[in-house]
């Protein structure tokens, strides 16, 4: 089982940026699709961005344009970098690659 852990959320005010991180215990390299999801109380967990092992990208049209995904093979790292904050986006945000399962996740509030 894959093991990994989210990092880099908190609070932010809107128009603000955050960076998250999702740092693996072993390699990533063969891990064709990663990805970000988010979860608002309430509501249901949605995609956010994914990424392929060859670094195609998609972006939902809520994120397009303000959020960017990205990953680093040689650091066993997924980032989402987050500009442009709205209080919608505030959500617990999941890294899930494929063929994983859920972490605890990290928290990222917007303030109006």
């Known amino acids: 089982q894959v093991q990994f852990v989210e990092s880099g959320g908190g609070l932010v005010q809107s128009g603000g940026s955050l960076s998250l991180s999702c740092v693996f215990a072993g390699s990533i390299s063969s891990i064709f699709v990663m990805a970000w999801y988010r979860q608002a109380p309430g509501k249901q967990r949605e995609l956010v961005a994914r990424i392929t092992h060859t670094g195609t990208t998609y972006y939902p049209d809520s994120v397009k344009g303000r959020f960017t995904i990205s990953r680093d093979n040689a650091k066993n790292t997924l980032y989402l970098q987050m500009n442009n904050l709205k209080a919608e986006d505030t959500a617990a945000y999941y890294c899930?690659?494929?063929?994983?399962?859920w972490g605890q996740g990290t928290q990222v509030t917007v303030s109006s």
């Open positions: 899930f690659p494929q063929g994983g399962s």
